[in-house]
């Protein structure tokens, strides 16, 4: 196998802890491999303005794919490619999704946003009541409730069907988020069968995520290798669900977290240690002093 040249890392669940943070150690080990010939990339299911938000913060400088690879982008923010959601789509998705008590992000040209009105106040009531029976209600109650209302990380948009003709510009993707898992399968069934043209998938089980079809992480870090002259037999890749393992049949090295989904780590050629735990940084220095560099799980 030819030596690796590039690590493409995940970011929720795999480089950012439980506080979603990059730690100090994950940043050393990646100098380190730069200093050994191995670049860094960044392929996460968020948008490319909160990626390069928490890049910065920790002091790191890379190329991104973005929104599960719908978006391609260089180090200095040039756009490689873009792979999107037609109107038509776009309004489909918010069709089925607007029937149930669930929260839902688009991601647009205009930035995150949802639909004002009452499926997020409903979503929001249940996850109320939900946070006076368990802590981990309650902390995701916490999260949605300064996402959406403190710190408005996510625009409420009243009219949302004439938003999305008319000033959402190109859209990317949707999550949607419960804490109901069946009802997030059974979401993700009903996009399927009644979308033409989607690619469902999940970067946790509390939620499903649509892009078009072509836009997920295999494909953009294909673009990047080759933007960067490189085969993908020279990239490595590290995640931890089911929206990595694209970039997992594509790439030389897959590498899953110890935290992560077991159909990740079935696939995978090597299981690191959990997020918590620098998986990332022990995974990069054994790419960068070339210990993996086969196909055998340690």
Known sequence: ????????????????????????EAVEAIRYAKERGVEFAIATGRNYVNAKELLEKAGLDCPVVASNGARVLTREGKELSKTTLTKGQAEQIYQIISQYEVFFEMFCDYGLVSAQGATIDAAYESLREMSK???????VF??????????????????FRSFIHQDAGDIYKYISFSLHDQLMQHIWREVEEQVEGVYVTSSGHDNIEVMAIGADKGAGVTILAEHLGLSLEEVAVIGDNLNDTPMFEVAGVAIAMDNG???????????????DDHGVAHAIRMLADQKWTNNRKK
């Open 1 to 24: 196998m030819a030596n690796i040249k590039l690590l493409v890392s995940d970011m929720d669940g795999t480089i950012l802890s439980s506080k979603q943070e990059i730690a100090p």
């Open 133 to 139: 029976q368990s802590e981990r209600a309650k902390n």
């Open 261 to 275: 989904h077991a159909d990740a780590k079935e696939i995978a050629h090597y299981v690191t240690k959990t997020n």
């Open 142 to 159: 916490d999260f949605f409730h300064n996402r959406y209302y403190v710190n408005e990380d996510v625009k409420l948009i009243d009219g």
